[in-house]
C-alpha cells in the first residue's frame, strides 16, 4: 500500500461549522496545523441541517407544503456566507445558489417508491452546501468524496466497496494534497453508476475513518464541542470525567451502546492500522482531548450512555406456542427486512421482546408483515440505558426512582429500558 504517513484527516461535525463565528473558528484551528504537514479535512452538514433536510424531504414525499422550511435552509446558508468575510461571500453565494436550485428540481420530481434511494438524494445536499462554504473560506481545494468513495446501493446505510475506495483514493488524494489542503465531505459515498448514497447518520466520523485507512494517515482528530471522549454526555449526566486514553475496544464498545460523540463504525478501520483517533474540543484546541489507540489501562470510570427514542416491541405467539427458533427466524428476518437494529433483547415462554429506535414507518412496515402471526404490543417514548463497568454505585445513580420495562446484566455491562423523562 502506499501511505501517507503524515497526513493528518480532521472531521469538523455540525457545530464545528454551525454559523460564522464557527466557521472562522474552524479556520483558526486549520491554520495552526496547516504547515506541519498534509492535511484533509472532512466537513459534515451546517448545525441542524441534515434534520431540517429530513423534514423537507419526508414533506415533499408525503405531498405536504415544504417551501417555507426550504426557504429558511436557504437564508440560514446564505446569511453565513455572507457573514463570512470577502472573498467567501462573492464566491460562494453562485455555488449555493446553483445547489440550492438543484435541490427544489428535485425535491419537485420525487419518484414514489423510492424512498430510502431518493432520501441519500436529498439529505447530501448539506454536506454538499457546507463543504463549499469551508473550502471558500479556507481558500482550499474542493473534492466531491462521492467519487472515490465508492459504496453499493443500500440506502441511508451504504456498505463500503474497500478496495476500489482505496485504489481510487490512492490514485487521486497525493497529487492534490501535494498542492496543499483538501476538503470534502462527510457522510457521503457515491454508486459505481454515480448516485449518491450516505453512511448513515452521524457518519462522517466514519468517513474520517475510510479515508484514513485507505490513505495509510498519521491520524484522525475529531473536533466536538465537548473535552474529549467522557465517561458520559455532559448534556444529561453530572460530574463527567475525560478518558485521557482509552483503547479501541473501549470505545467500540461504548459507541456500539449508544455514546453519539463517535459513530460506531469509526473505530475498526482505525483498529485494522493501528491509526490513532482523537478527539479535541474545537473550544479549547490546544487542550489534550481524549486519545484513542492500542493501550493498556486499568478499569475506567464506570460509563453511563443513554440512546433516547427507543421502542419496545414484544411478540406473543397467537396459539400460546412457545418461542421456538422457527418463530425466532421469523422475527429476526422480518427485522432485517424492515430495517430495525436491535439493541437489546429478552425472551419468556411465550413472548419475545427487542428494543430498536423508533420509527413510525419501519414499525408500521413490521406490523403489516407479522401481524397475522404474532400478537405484537409496542411501547414508544423509552430511553435505553448502558452502564459499562458498572459498580453498585452507579447502578444506584441510575435506576433510583425509575421505572423499568427490561434489564439485563452481564459481568460488566447493565442495560435497561426505561420511559423518557419528562
Ligand atoms: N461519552 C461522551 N463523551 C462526550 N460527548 C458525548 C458522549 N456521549 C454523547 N456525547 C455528546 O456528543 C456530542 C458531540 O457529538 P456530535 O454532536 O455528534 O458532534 P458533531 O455532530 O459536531 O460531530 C456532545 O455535545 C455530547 O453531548
Ligand atoms: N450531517 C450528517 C452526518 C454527520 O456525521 O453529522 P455530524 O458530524 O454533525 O454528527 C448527520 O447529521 O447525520
Not at 83 to 88: A, C, D, H, I
Not at 109 to 126: E, N, R
Not at 146 to 164: G, I, M, Q
Not at 262 to 285: D, E, M, N, Q
Given at each position: 500500500m502506499h501511505s501517507l504517513p503524515t497526513l493528518k484527516v480532521f472531521k469538523f461535525g455540525g457545530a464545528s461549522v454551525k454559523d460564522a463565528p464557527a466557521i472562522r473558528n474552524l479556520a483558526a484551528i486549520v491554520h495552526l496545523h496547516q504547515s506541519q504537514g498534509p492535511l484533509l479535512i472532512v466537513v459534515s452538514a451546517m448545525g441542524k441541517t441534515t434534520n431540517a433536510l429530513e423534514d423537507i424531504f419526508q414533506r415533499a414525499y408525503t405531498g405536504k407544503p415544504y417551501a417555507e422550511a426550504l426557504q429558511?435552509?436557504?437564508?440560514?446558508?446564505?446569511?453565513?456566507?455572507?457573514?463570512?468575510?470577502?472573498?467567501?461571500?462573492?464566491?460562494?453565494?453562485?455555488?449555493?445558489?446553483?445547489?440550492?436550485?438543484?435541490?427544489?428540481?428535485?425535491?419537485?420530481?420525487?419518484?414514489?417508491?423510492?424512498?430510502?434511494?431518493?432520501?441519500?438524494?436529498?439529505?447530501?445536499?448539506?454536506?454538499?452546501?457546507?463543504?463549499?462554504?469551508?473550502?471558500?473560506?479556507?481558500?482550499?481545494?474542493?473534492?466531491?468524496?462521492?467519487?472515490?468513495?465508492?459504496?453499493?446501493?443500500?440506502?441511508?446505510?451504504?456498505?463500503?466497496?474497500?478496495?476500489?475506495?482505496?485504489?481510487?483514493?490512492?490514485?487521486?488524494?497525493?497529487?492534490?494534497?501535494?498542492?496543499?489542503?483538501?476538503?470534502?465531505?462527510?457522510?457521503?459515498?457515491?454508486?459505481?453508476?454515480?448516485?449518491?448514497?450516505?453512511?448513515?447518520?452521524?457518519?462522517?466520523?466514519?468517513?474520517?475513518?475510510?479515508?484514513?485507512?485507505?490513505?495509510?494517515?498519521?491520524?484522525?482528530?475529531?473536533?466536538?464541542?465537548?473535552?474529549?471522549?467522557?465517561?458520559?454526555?455532559?448534556?444529561?449526566?453530572?460530574?463527567?470525567?475525560?478518558?485521557?486514553?482509552?483503547?479501541?475496544?473501549?470505545?467500540?464498545?461504548?459507541?456500539?451502546?449508544?455514546?453519539?460523540?463517535?459513530?460506531?463504525?469509526?473505530?475498526?478501520?482505525?483498529?485494522?492500522?493501528?491509526?490513532?483517533?482523537?478527539?479535541?474540543?474545537?473550544?479549547?484546541?490546544?487542550?489534550?482531548?481524549?486519545?484513542?489507540?492500542?493501550?493498556?489501562?486499568g478499569l475506567l470510570a464506570p460509563a453511563y450512555i443513554r440512546k433516547a427514542d427507543q421502542c419496545l416491541i414484544s411478540f406473543e405467539s397467537k396459539d400460546l406456542a412457545f418461542i421456538s427458533e422457527e418463530n425466532l427466524e421469523v422475527i429476526f428476518g422480518t427485522l432485517a427486512q424492515v430495517r430495525l437494529k436491535i439493541h437489546v433483547m429478552q425472551n419468556s415462554a411465550i413472548s419475545f421482546s427487542v428494543c430498536t429506535d423508533f420509527s413510525a414507518y419501519r414499525l408500521e412496515q413490521l406490523l403489516s408483515l407479522l401481524r397475522d402471526q404474532f400478537t405484537v404490543h409496542y411501547n414508544t417514548e423509552l430511553v435505553l440505558y448502558t452502564i459499562k463497568n458498572y459498580t453498585s454505585d452507579s447502578l444506584e445513580r441510575l435506576t433510583a426512582g425509575r421505572t423499568l420495562l427490561l434489564e439485563q446484566r452481564t459481568r460488566q455491562t447493565f442495560q435497561m429500558v426505561c420511559r423518557e423523562e419528562a
Open positions: 429558511a435552509l436557504e437564508d440560514y446558508h446564505l446569511q453565513t456566507a455572507q457573514e463570512l468575510v470577502e472573498p467567501t461571500h462573492q464566491e460562494a453565494q453562485p455555488v449555493l445558489n446553483e445547489l440550492f436550485a438543484q435541490l427544489r428540481q428535485q425535491l419537485s420530481t420525487l419518484i414514489p417508491a423510492q424512498y430510502d434511494q431518493q432520501y441519500d438524494q436529498i439529505v447530501s445536499f448539506g454536506e454538499l452546501l457546507a463543504t463549499r462554504l469551508v473550502a471558500h473560506t479556507l481558500a482550499a481545494q474542493w473534492l466531491d468524496c462521492r467519487s472515490l468513495l465508492r459504496t453499493d446501493s443500500t440506502w441511508r446505510e451504504a456498505r463500503v466497496d474497500w478496495a476500489t475506495t482505496e485504489q481510487q483514493l490512492q490514485a487521486s488524494l497525493p497529487p492534490l494534497l501535494a498542492q496543499g489542503l483538501v476538503i470534502t465531505q462527510g457522510f457521503l459515498g457515491g454508486t459505481a453508476d454515480g448516485r449518491t448514497t450516505t453512511l448513515g447518520r452521524e457518519g462522517s466520523d466514519y468517513t474520517a475513518a475510510i479515508l484514513a485507512y485507505c490513505l495509510g494517515a498519521e491520524s484522525v482528530t475529531i473536533w466536538k464541542d465537548v473535552a474529549g471522549l467522557l465517561n458520559a454526555d455532559p448534556k444529561f449526566f453530572a460530574d463527567t470525567v475525560r478518558y485521557p486514553e482509552i483503547s479501541y475496544q473501549e470505545t467500540i464498545e461504548m459507541a456500539y451502546y449508544g455514546a453519539s460523540v463517535i459513530h460506531p463504525k469509526t473505530i475498526k478501520p482505525l483498529a485494522v492500522r493501528g491509526i490513532p483517533l482523537l478527539v479535541k474540543s474545537f473550544l479549547y484546541p490546544t487542550a489534550e482531548g481524549t486519545r484513542v489507540h492500542d493501550c493498556q489501562h
